[in-house]
């Protein structure tokens, strides 16, 4: 089996060329301010992703959609809730500003690890697993969490518009873009389980191993709730709820 730094390699190796990629596109209204944390951030998610990818094949992919502003935004690690990161986790490391795409949103300033906005989704995520593991180096003995796609997307406003609502001319570059990278992580980390968190990320997920073939056919690909608070189900107990679900789909 491949050892952990072998691993770690080929994901950072995989999220560089993501962040190449997505340099080159281009976005129009309402869109207006995009920010890439996997530039910005570079530091704190190579740091992540040298903690946090597991140690050997066969795990579980648990998958989001992008980043949140108060969450990777922030921190550069996927559903990244600063206190997560900062005291479960353990990180800190340098975070720079978005420099690309127009800039900083006035209203979405990058504080790094001094925002003191909590991501819920994050604060959710990370929560049950420290509550489940312990630490972070025993949650990533066979879990690892990936964001399909990097970017953050803002309106004029601020407010944050998700990937799948763009349009359809931008949403294919940028999707083939995140697609050929969840593959490139599947192909890495080989894991018997990738997990969407929500509905989006399972059917990406979906997509991509359909597209894999052979390479990828013991591969099998579940959901669980989206911890997000805009979802009434999601604020009925998440934690309870994630987890007999991946307890049902024979993930723990």
């Not at 950072?12 to 910005?40: C, K, Q």
């Not at 094949?57 to 690690?77: H, I």
């Amino acid at each position: 089996m491949a050892k952990r730094a072998a691993l770690s390699d080929g994901m950072m190796a995989s999220a560089r060329a993501l962040s190449a990629t997505m340099d080159g596109l281009r976005f129009g209204e309402p869109v207006t301010h995009i920010y890439n944390p996997l530039r910005y951030a570079w530091a704190m998610h190579e740091a992540f992703l040298q903690k946090g990818t597991p140690k050997k094949t066969g795990g579980v992919v648990l998958l989001g959609m992008n980043p949140g502003p108060w969450g990777m935004a922030q921190t550069g690690v996927p559903f990244g809730e600063v206190a997560a990161v900062r005291d479960w986790m353990g990180l800190d490391e340098k975070i720079g500003r978005p420099k690309g795409w127009v800039g900083e949103h006035p209203k979405r300033p990058v504080l790094g690890l001094g925002c003191e906005r909590s991501e819920v989704s994050g604060r959710r995520l990370w929560g049950l697993m420290a509550e489940r593991f312990g630490t972070l180096e025993a949650f990533a003995e066979r879990h690892a969490v990936v964001n399909y796609c990097p970017l953050v997307f803002m309106e004029a406003g601020g407010k944050n518009r998700t990937p799948d609502k763009l349009p359809a001319a931008e949403r294919g570059p940028l999707e083939a873009a995140c697609d050929a990278h969840l593959a490139r992580v599947i192909g890495v980390l080989r894991p018997a389980w990738v997990v969407g968190v929500g509905a989006f990320a399972e059917k990406r997920a979906e997509r991509v191993l359909a597209g894999m073939g052979d390479e990828a056919s013991d591969v099998r690909v579940g959901r669980v709730l989206h911890p997000s608070p805009a979802s009434p189900a999601a604020n009925r107990g998440w934690a309870e709820q994630a987890t007999t679900e991946l307890e049902t789909l024979g993930v723990w």
